[in-house]
């Protein structure tokens, strides 16, 4: 197989060994050049040397040292000069003890790339790559000589691994998951993102740790979250979420829809119509994905029988709170928490052909002019996903009257009543009333467009005026 670097990594790689170090590519950007995948500008570059972080320093006197993780921040700039993009290099570590089975107690540094490698989390990550130059032995120059020296560096099977499309966590899974629970959250969004199985024993060893979940961060959580929630298949990343028994620990409050059967046109119980909603949101942010996911999340809590039909009054109330824990939980930004917020509470909206514009108009301001598209993409995937083969031409025909409503959304300019009317009707010079009074008039409007009748708003210019 032929590995080509980018230029940028073999000249950073070169620095570094030219300087005498050793130094490995790892990670991410070496399996994606494994996998054939273009590494030049999408992938994030890691490495790690046998160099300390001074001496690191010392290469590049303009990286930064982030003292918690021992890793070095290289800038790496353009022709122009500016920076491109950041090369983070860390020296080798071994696994440190995890009393909390969160962080280790203390960084240990490793001695050899071997020891760096075996505290690594699945055996396609824990590939390294080196480059090296070579050293002419009749000069004191030295000599890059082309892509041939790239070695690759691979204890635990990982390239054999990544042929056979399988995730197994480096040595022993339940040690290693014990050391640091997210690694088991981390082998199903990979499993889910390259669309690999998860081997038998890694996949066991998930299973029995499950509960080890609740030790990690909300950040730590989320940012596997919106990977897997961002990948071509986010529904059977939540599917196999769920059967890996690690859903319980991220979303129990989805995993209560379980069994919570459901009347009318609906085939699902709450928690399939939930993941298949997912499944036909059409929608690529993570976001409205989450918010498709998590819709119906009040409806195990509003769940009640009458006549011995199930209903879930105000599901979308209790719903929106149970959203707004679990943004708090995981740290999203305040926009986030809004938006997510928003496409809950107000996903049971009435889509029909008699709603006037007043009530369109009415919708677009609940739910924002920017919030729209996204709230109709839940819609529709909600539609879809409780069974119904295609979305509801209704659907289709509010979607195009809220692009008309907005195309037209009134101004003041539209009252049958002007800036003279005001003028004349109150004996008044022009000045900052005559434009109040309009405003008034126009929100009334806005209210019941019925209204914006040229007699009754000269009627009511002298009521507002007082
Ligand atoms: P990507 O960046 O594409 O999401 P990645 O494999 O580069 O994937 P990172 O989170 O950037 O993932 O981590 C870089 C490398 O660090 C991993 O490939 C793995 O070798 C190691 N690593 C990351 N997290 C852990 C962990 N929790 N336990 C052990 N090793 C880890
Ligand atoms: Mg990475």
């Known amino acids: 197989m032929e590995l080509k670097l980018p230029d940028k990594v073999r000249d950073f790689m070169s620095t570094v060994s030219r300087s005498g170090y050793e130094i490995y590519a790892v990670g991410g950007s070496v399996r994606d050049l494994l996998l054939g995948r273009n590494t030049a500008d999408t992938a994030r570059w890691d490495f ?4 300390t972080p001074q001496q690191i320093q010392e290469i590049f006197p303009d990286s930064f040292y982030d003292n918690t993780f021992g890793t070095v921040g290289v800038k790496i700039k353009s022709k122009k000069g500016e920076t491109e993009e950041i090369y983070e290099i860390t020296t080798y570590r071994k696994e440190g003890k995890y009393s909390d089975r969160r962080h280790p107690d203390e960084v240990v540094w490793g001695r050899t790339i071997e020891e760096d490698l075996a505290r690594r989390d699945l055996t396609i990550n824990a590939i390294a790559l080196s ?3 070579e050293k002419k032995s009749s000069s004191k120059s030295y000599r890059v000589v082309g892509e041939e020296n790239i070695r690759l560096v691979d204890y635990f099977g990982g390239r054999e691994d990544l042929r056979q499309g399988i995730i197994r966590a480096v040595g022993n899974p339940e040690d290693r998951f014990a050391e640091d629970a997210l690694r088991m959250l981390r082998a199903v969004r990979f499993a889910v993102t390259l669309q690999f199985t998860i081997e038998e024993k890694t996949f066991d060893a998930i299973r029995e740790n499950a509960v080890l979940l609740e030790k990690i961060s909300g950040e730590r959580i989320r940012e596997e979250m919106v990977k897997i929630l961002s990948s071509d298949y986010p529904a059977d990343g939540i599917k196999l979420l769920y059967n890996a028994g690690l859903l319980e620990y991220i979303l129990p409050e989805l995993v209560k829809g379980v069994g919570i059967r459901q009347p009318g046109h609906h085939i699902h119980d709450v928690f399939t119509h939930s993941v298949e909603s997912l499944r036909y949101c059409k929608n690529p942010a993570w976001l409205v994905r989450l918010a498709t996911l998590i819709h119906d999340i009040g409806k195990p809590v509003a769940y009640k029988e009458l006549d011995g039909k ?60 920017e919030n729209t598209a996204d709230m109709l993409d839940l819609r529709i995937g909600d539609r879809l996903g409780s069974g119904s083969r295609e979305t509801s031409w209704r659907l289709e025909k509010f979607k195009q ?32 009333k005559v434009g109040e009074i309009l405003n008034k008039l126009f929100a009334e409007i806005m209210e019941n467009p019925a209204k914006n009748k040229r007699e009754y708003l000269l009627s009511r210019i002298r009521g507002i005026s007082n």
């Open 48 to 51: 790690t040397t046998n160099a």
């Open 131 to 133: 480059y090296s130059h």
């Open 310 to 369: 199930p209903t879930f009054y105000n599901h979308e109330v209790v719903g929106a709170a149970i959203a707004k824990s679990i943004a708090q939980r995981w740290h999203l930004s305040r926009q986030e928490r809004e938006k997510l917020y928003i496409l809950v509470r107000w996903h049971m909206f009435t889509v029909s052909e008699l709603l006037t514009d007043a009530a369109i108009r009415r919708f677009i301001r609940r739910v924002g002019p």
């Open 401 to 432: 009257r809220i692009i008309e409503v907005q195309k037209h959304t009134p101004s003041v300019n539209d009252l049958a009543v002007d800036g003279h009317d005001v003028m004349r009707v109150l004996g008044t010079p022009p000045g900052p």
